[in-house]
């Protein structure tokens, strides 16, 4: 238990330190002065640091949704589903859908063929 609470610290000072630096990163930017190579640098550190937040933000509000009543009514932490297992769902889903849109795909009728044309049927 004590593993997971400094798991959770760990992350949370991770999200601050990531959205502090974010929030540095769209200053400098939106301030101007840098060249274009610094500039894409930092924003390309932006957006990596934009998508850890969203995945911090993301975990923290499916630990939310875990916490439920126990038989006794108080509220009570569950483990989450692996994110792998998640991975694996998804990417399941995604093949069953790439599947279905194959599998209702009507073949396309092909153009009829031109026949050549002798001297004799040109109209001139």
Do not use: H, W, Y
């Amino acid at each position: 238990m004590a593993r997971a609470k400094k798991e959770t610290v760990k992350k949370e000072a991770t999200f601050e330190k990531d959205l502090e630096q974010l929030e540095a990163i769209v200053a400098a930017l939106e301030e101007g002065g840098l060249s274009l190579d610094e500039s894409l640098k930092r924003f390309e550190e932006g957006v990596k640091l934009s998508r850890s937040c969203e995945k911090a933000l993301t975990d923290a509000e499916k630990r939310i949704e875990i916490l439920l009543k126990n038989t006794q009514g108080a509220l009570e932490a569950r483990e989450l589903v692996e994110e792998k297992e998640e991975k694996e769902e998804d990417k399941e889903e995604e093949e069953e859908e790439a599947q279905e849109e194959v599998d209702t795909d009507e073949p396309v009728p092909s153009a009829p063929k031109e026949s050549r044309s002798t001297q004799e049927d040109l109209p001139f």
